[in-house]
């Protein structure tokens, strides 16, 4: 898809330092309720889902899924939604599989075969 959004730049180096970190604050916080999360840095000017994603899946691997434009190809209540859905499934996995933060790598090795 590659959508070219010159603007986002500006937007997001614009923004006030302290309400960007009080933003993602909120946010962090609101995990693992990945929709307020959202919600909460969606708030600040040229931030949208994408890019929410990518902040919240830095922030916590394990509970928020990242997804790009060139991922999804959804409106924003569809993303949202389909964020949801991923996020209550990762949360999960790990149950699941037994897989925790220190075998990881020895899983995805797995996963990649």
């Given at each position: 898809?590659?959508?070219?959004?010159?603007?986002l730049l500006?937007?997001i180096?614009?923004?006030?330092?302290?309400?960007?970190?009080y933003?993602?604050?909120?946010?962090?916080?609101a995990?693992p309720?990945?929709?307020?999360?959202i919600s909460?840095?969606?708030v600040l000017?040229?931030?949208?889902p994408?890019?929410?994603?990518?902040?919240?899946?830095?922030?916590?691997?394990d509970?928020?899924?990242?997804?790009?434009d060139?991922?999804v190809?959804?409106?924003?209540?569809?993303f949202?939604?389909?964020?949801?859905?991923l996020?209550?499934?990762?949360?999960n996995?790990p149950k699941?599989?037994?897989?925790?933060?220190?075998?990881a790598?020895s899983y995805?090795?797995?996963?990649?075969?």
């Amino acid at each position: 898809m590659n959508v070219c959004r010159p603007r986002l730049l500006d937007f997001i180096s614009s923004l006030d330092e302290g309400v960007a970190v009080y933003a993602s604050q909120k946010a962090f916080e609101a995990l693992p309720n990945v929709s307020k999360a959202i919600s909460e840095l969606t708030v600040l000017k040229g931030v949208g889902p994408a890019t929410t994603s990518d902040v919240l899946a830095a922030y916590a691997p394990d509970v928020a899924p990242f997804m790009s434009d060139e991922s999804v190809i959804l409106n924003q209540d569809q993303f949202l939604e389909s964020s949801i859905a991923l996020s209550l499934q990762q949360k999960n996995r790990p149950k699941q599989t037994g897989m925790t933060t220190r075998n990881a790598t020895s899983y995805m090795e797995r996963w990649r075969d």
